[in-house]
């Protein structure tokens, strides 16, 4: 090893922590001190719920959403540092760490730069320049670019060796391209340059790979499409990778055409000026010399680096996609987990059916199954007289409340069953609501529903779901996998990985907001409170049906394996109503408990008298009762929790009517103002259900009379909305939706895109478009390969 290279020395893991520190709290806009104490407590292994309620003085009041943001970058920038030492000591290893090598690689602040600045030292297969070097041919290489007056054919004779595989000047010539284009391939600062360079002008190019334009014409609207890198939009991205992951479209990435046919190309010339070789490469009298190097540009370019650039940029359009399509999922996942509850009450859920008869299922307030029917209205039976018979008997033996219906296959037909069984029984006053009934059949299927119900048939336990979804979304819904919930844009085709972990940190955060009711939360429920698993919480539901419910929180601990941590972080999201102690039924952590009996002594008052009674504590200043351990932020939030215990941030239960008539596209007239509930939103819009047994589309233009950058600013997975019928297109199931009453209705057309637009979506003159808003709906590929995911 000469004296120009350093070993490797590993640095110390408190010099690495400090670099993380500091790096998140630049991007985060927080402390270092901030950012250090949450560290320290997400390794002790606190869960984020947990920092963001009860360790506010430790963070200085960090935030759930920064928690999150900051916990997703801490994986990354740990992922970071790892590769960093990994690529130091292999570099060291190989005596070609110099000191100045050293600090680039240590100052990278992104992957992408480490492995750019690793390429040249990377173990690699045997490649041509490697095969060239060894035949000797590097000398010529180094010559010819140090001599400007030189000629490179007259050079190469004396390096052609046939015994070395090179047989002629040509071939030497060759070889020494081969050696300059992989060292200028490899040169990290070129490549950041042409990176920057053809994603800010760079387009995606897409077109119909050969004999398949029958086969896909599902993505006809992509055949011939170009668009730019870094104005694609996700869901666009993500169709154009569909079609080519089905063989049918073929994408490159490329400049404007005009461009493309320049000579030289401008990413060679970029090559050229890069590197300081001179523009007289390209001219019509270049001397030998730079008539060769400029070869060597091209080389580099189109061998080398296109190819690479093509499936790099590709590869981050479709990174950039997924994030947003999982950002868009979780943000639904979340408004569906937390819909307004209808709360304990009985129900009558009803799994609407044809042939197979319509399931029912009575539940108790609890969410106890207390009865099961099959019933058959329609045809092939048509018992109809029967099955009101049936229905009428249920709901008057357990007085139902309220009745949910599954939004599936005669879903309509069902709810004007159920309307007339409401008119027969006017006593009991029942509402009848659609639901969704997205993930029902998974559940079904599942072997938490073969555990929960053994002896129940799997099509009855559909209604059983649809009938506890009604009662407590949150509380259901976690018993189904997310995926199979159906409010995602192109869920199977994202990572994996990343979506279950984006989806599982909303439901921890759903989850632990609300709150949980340890005497009758079911174990998949539990899996998701802070602090415990599914082990904990098959445990705490085993204890429960040993022993019976549990009187105060700290009969959790008699529970089988549930430790003073587990106690620390689930305890405040753990409720226990008419308990021993009214606090067990509040957000208030058990370990601030002296608080409030400072608080109770000051007042001289029972925490029954105190706990709910907002005029209470009239007169008390929150700070008068911090202390070494628990300072204002938390000392406010146990005066908010005294006056208004176990708030729950679901909003109100409301219900949509659905419009008596109006049961089937073929209903649908333009022009008709209509109420639905917002099944799904995407980036180009929001999907609505308006009882016709296909989602119409609100396109993001037609959300607002504003400017809106995001659909979700306007709208929500859940929410009750009035739209107008703009357009029907019956033959391909599209109904396009304004929630603008003002707009017209378009003209009526039978076939072609959604919502009046040509097959690049776009709208004709007159559309009803507004300025400044976004693209129109998508049509073609894109919006029907989304209609069939949904399907």
């Known amino acids: 090893m000469s004296d120009t290279t350093l070993s490797f020395v590993a640095e110390p893991p408190e010099a690495v922590k400090a670099r993380i520190v500091a790096q998140l709290a630049n991007e985060l806009g927080v402390r270092a001190a901030q950012v250090a104490a949450t560290l320290d407590l997400l390794d002790d ?86 095969i060239a070097r060894e035949a000797g041919l590097e000398p010529l290489a180094d010559a010819i670019l140090a001599d400007a007056a030189c000629d490179p054919q007259a050079l190469a004779e004396g390096y052609v060796k046939p015994d070395a595989g090179v047989a002629d000047a040509k071939a030497a010539l060759d070889g020494a391209r081969d050696i300059l284009a992989e060292r200028y391939a490899e040169n990290a600062d070129l490549i950041a340059n ?33 668009e730019a890198l870094r ?50 490469l390209f001219a019509t009298d270049a001397t030998p010399r730079a008539r060769w190097l400029g070869e060597v540009c091209r ?38 987990l937390l819909a307004a509850p209808a709360g304990p009450k009985t129900v009558l859920g009803l799994d609407p059916g044809i042939r197979t008869g319509v399931k029912v299922a009575v539940i108790d307030p609890t969410g106890k199954l207390v009865d099961t029917a099959t019933v058959y209205p329609f045809e092939p039976r048509r018992d109809r007289t029967g099955s009101l018979a049936t229905l009428a008997a249920l709901a008057k033996r357990h007085k139902v409340e309220l009745i949910a219906i599954g939004n599936g296959t005669a879903s309509r037909e069902t709810e004007k069953l159920a309307a007339e069984l409401s008119s027969a029984l006017p006593e009991l006053n029942m509402n009848r609501i659609v639901v969704s009934e997205a993930g029902a059949s998974v559940y079904s299927a599942s072997e ?6 053994p002896d129940l048939d799997v099509s009855l336990r559909g209604a059983v779901s649809i009938a506890r979804r009604l009662q407590d979304p949150l509380a259901e819904l976690v018993k189904i996998e997310p995926k199979a919930i159906g409010v995602g844009q192109y869920q199977h085709d994202v990572n994996q990985r990343e979506l279950a972990r984006s989806l599982d ?28 698993n599914s082990t904990l919480a098959r445990n705490i539901v085993a204890h429960r049906d040993s022993h019976g419910a549990f009187a105060s929180r700290r009969a959790l601990l008699d529970v089988s394996r ?17 308990g021993d102690n009214p606090l067990d039924a509040s957000s208030v952590h058990p370990e601030a408990y002296p608080v409030v009996e400072r608080i109770l002594a000051r007042i001289q008052a029972d925490a029954r008298q105190v706990v709910g009674n907002r005029d209470a504590l009239k007169g008390l200043s929150p700070s008068e009762f911090t202390d070494e351990r628990f300072g204002l932020p938390t000392v406010k939030d146990i005066f908010s929790e005294l006056e208004k215990p176990g708030r729950d941030p679901r909003p109100e239960f409301k219900t949509a009517t659905f419009k008596e008539g109006v049961e089937t596209l073929n209903d649908l007239l333009p022009g008709m103002i209509l109420e639905g509930v917002v099944t799904n939103v995407a980036a180009f819009g929001a999907f609505v259900d308006i ?20 659909a979700r600013d306007v709208v929500r997975v859940g929410q009750t909305v009035k739209v107008k019928v703009q357009e029907v297109d019956a033959a391909r199931k599209r109904i396009a939706l304004t929630m603008r009453l003002d707009d017209d209705a378009l003209p009526a057309r039978r076939s072609g895109p959604a919502a009046g637009n040509d097959s690049r979506g776009n709208r004709p003159a007159g559309g009803g478009k507004r300025p400044g808003q976004s693209a129109p709906p998508p049509g073609g590929a894109m919006a029907e390969a989304f209609a069939r995911l949904k399907r």
Request: glycine share 6%; charged share 30%; with cysteine.
């Open 194 to 226: 042409l990176r920057e360079h053809l994603w800010s002008t760079g387009l995606l190019v897409s077109k119909v790979a050969e004999g398949k334009e029958a086969e896909g014409d599902n993505f006809r609207d992509w055949f011939d499409f170009s």
């Open 45 to 130: 292994g606190a869960t984020v719920p947990f920092i963001a309620r009860y360790r506010k003085e430790a963070t200085g009041g960090l935030d759930d959403t920064v928690l999150r943001n900051l916990d997703v970058r801490l994986v990354y920038l740990r992922e970071l540092e790892e590769r960093r030492g990994a690529i130091l000591e292999s570099v060291a290893q190989q005596g070609k760490l110099t000191a100045a090598l050293d600090k680039e690689l240590r100052d990278a602040d992104t992957k992408q730069r480490l492995e750019d600045l690793y390429a040249p030292y990377k173990p690699k297969r045997r490649t041509r320049a490697q």
């Open 448 to 453: 938490l529903a073969a555990a929960e119900f």
């Open 505 to 532: 940190a909303v439901i921890e955060d759903c989850v632990n907001a609300v709150g949980v009711d340890v005497n009758t939360a079911s174990a998949p429920l539990l899996t998701r409170v802070s602090g415990l």
């Open 231 to 280: 104005s694609l939009p996700s869901h666009r991205i993500l169709a154009l990778l569909r079609g080519r992951q089905q063989g049918v479209l073929e994408l490159r990435v490329g400049l404007e055409p005009e461009r493309e046919a320049l000579v030289p190309h401008p990413c060679v010339a970029r090559v050229a000026d890069f590197l300081k070789l001179g523009r007289d």
């Open 299 to 336: 080389w580099t370019w189109r061998v080398k680096l296109l190819t690479a650039f093509e499936t790099e940029l590709i590869g981050k359009l479709r990174e950039t996609a997924e994030t947003q399509a999982i950002h868009v999922f979780a943000e639904n996942l979340k408004d569906l």
């Open 691 to 710: 009882g016709v047994h296909q989602d119409g589309l609100v396109h993001i233009s037609a959300l607002s009379d504003k400017f809106i950058k995001e």
């Open 562 to 578: 549930f430790g003073d941590k587990a106690f620390e972080q689930a305890a405040g999201f753990l409720r226990i109503p008419q």
